[in-house]
């Protein structure tokens, strides 16, 4: 990738963890990631991944949480944008995470590369606001890679450290992972790699030549990263399961905000945001009528 190569702005629209005692504007009804996803696509945005919710909040890995969603913003904004389902959780069976790829085949799955401590530190209270093991074997790795392959869904490669990145040779030489990828780094997670834009460059200088790559920033430092991914050459993706904030510490009113905020700074150092038409040819992404024919 270059800064010549058109940037691809992604949306992060809900989470799992965040609620409305924390941001008012998360949404959680179909009709609201909807809305929400009008707002994404008029301010730039061109992917948006999603985290099922039930209407009264609750994060759900049920094929028809995940429908309705889906179908509710395709019928807002049809193919103005691509759809990336999560796949990340603690505790629900991978046959479950497939099975929701099954019914609705999202153009996009994301797919955690590595197990690893995951945390949020208070350092005000000297103490651990949450900590968790996230475990991702290969195992997994290998049985939803190999579900998304028989679909036709492009894996979106979520790395959360140097490691997980090498984990991506070894599942290229197998077969299993073909090329090219699409790669996007986590950081700001406690467990793992720090956030910073030197860190952000060797993570980048570890992926495999020919792949598309963006940046993750979770919290406020999700800001610097966008900045640093932008000047590196890569894609960004901001939404209110990162970061609730806007650069001067405003909390935003709605996804749109802080999708309007990484198309202006995109402007500013010279870059290109990118079409859809555009990020689908960049990702290696089937036209969707012929994916979802498949």
Same mark, same amino acid.
């Given at each position: 990738m270059s800064l010549e190569d058109p940037?691809?702005? $992604?949306? &992060?629209? &809900?989470g799992a963890i965040a609620n409305r005692e924390q941001c008012p504007a998360i949404p959680y009804t179909p009709s609201e990631y909807a809305a929400e996803a009008r707002r994404i696509v008029d301010e730039g945005g061109v992917m948006i991944h999603i985290h099922a919710r039930k209407p009264d909040g609750t994060p759900s890995y049920e094929v028809e949480d995940f429908a309705a969603i889906s179908d509710a913003i395709r019928a807002e904004v049809g193919d103005a944008v691509i759809v990336n389902f999560s796949t990340g959780t603690i505790g629900v069976p991978v046959e479950k995470r497939i099975a929701y790829l099954r019914a609705c085949r999202p153009e996009v799955a994301a797919l955690n590369m590595g197990s690893m401590n995951y945390a949020k530190y208070s350092?005000? @209270?000297?103490q651990f606001v949450f900590k968790m093991v996230f475990a991702n074997p290969f195992d997994e790795i290998i049985e939803l890679l190999e579900a998304m392959n028989e679909l036709g869904i492009k894996p979106e490669h979520e790395c959360f450290d140097i490691g997980h990145v090498g984990s991506l040779a070894p599942l290229i030489d197998m077969g299993v992972l073909h090329t090219p990828l699409h790669v996007d780094c986590v950081m700001g997670v406690v467990g793992g790699i720090p956030p910073s834009a030197r860190n952000l460059a060797a993570m980048v200088d570890n992926i495999p030549a020919g792949s598309h790559w963006g940046v993750i920033g979770i919290s406020r430092d999700q800001w610097m990263l966008v900045a640093a991914a932008l000047t590196l050459g890569g894609s960004v993706r901001v939404g209110l399961e990162d970061n609730l904030y806007l650069p001067d510490g $405003?909390? /935003? &009113?709605?996804?749109?905000?802080?999708? /309007?905020?990484?198309?202006q700074m995109t402007e500013e150092i010279g870059r290109r945001?990118?079409?859809?038409?555009?990020a689908r040819t960049?990702?290696?992404?089937?036209? @969707?009528? /012929? &994916?979802?024919a498949a």
């Open positions: 940037v691809v702005i $992604t949306c &992060s629209i &809900s350092r005000a @209270r000297k $405003t909390m /935003a &009113s709605s996804n749109g905000d802080l999708i /309007a905020r990484a198309r945001p990118a079409t859809v038409e555009q960049m990702l290696a992404i089937p036209p @969707r009528e /012929a &994916s979802v």
